[in-house]
């Protein structure tokens, strides 16, 4: 059974920082792309980066790209998501999730097949 587990979100002033993990079991996803997405309270989800199998594809939305980088350990089946300088409105549950097909770069969110739980990330003021 496919699990995909997030760690490290919690409660951080705005300004601080917060590594995100994501943990897969279940099978090996080192040919495929691995994102993040986030929801805020009474918003839809949305993307927040993702990176291709290899590393050769790398996207973070324009309004995180100076703040947030992606990453991954395939040895580890591991994506992490670094988040700096945040603020209030990065307040959201963040979610990892694997693409739906291998060897394929893509943001779209349908495209995406494993979901996590999600991890509580909380900036205060």
């Known amino acids: 059974q496919v699990q995909l587990a997030e760690s490290g979100g919690g409660l951080v002033q705005a300004g601080g920082s917060l590594r995100l993990s994501c943990a897969a079991s279940?099978?090996?996803?080192?040919?495929?792309?691995m994102g993040w997405f986030r929801q805020a309270p009474g918003k839809e989800r949305e993307f927040v980066a993702a990176?291709?199998?290899?590393?050769?594809?790398?996207v973070v939305t324009d309004s995180m790209k100076d703040r947030f980088t992606i990453s991954r350990d395939s040895a580890k089946n591991t994506a992490y998501l670094q988040m700096n300088n945040l603020k209030p409105e990065d307040t959201a549950v963040y979610y990892c999730?694997?693409?739906?097909?291998?060897?394929?770069?893509?943001?779209?969110?349908?495209?995406?097949?494993?979901w996590g739980q999600g991890t509580q990330v909380t900036v205060s003021s």
């Open positions: 999730a694997v693409y739906r097909y291998a060897r394929v770069f893509g943001a779209l969110e349908s495209n995406y097949e494993y």
């Open positions: 279940g099978r090996t996803f080192e040919t495929y792309t």
């Open positions: 990176l291709s199998w290899d590393g050769s594809d790398r």
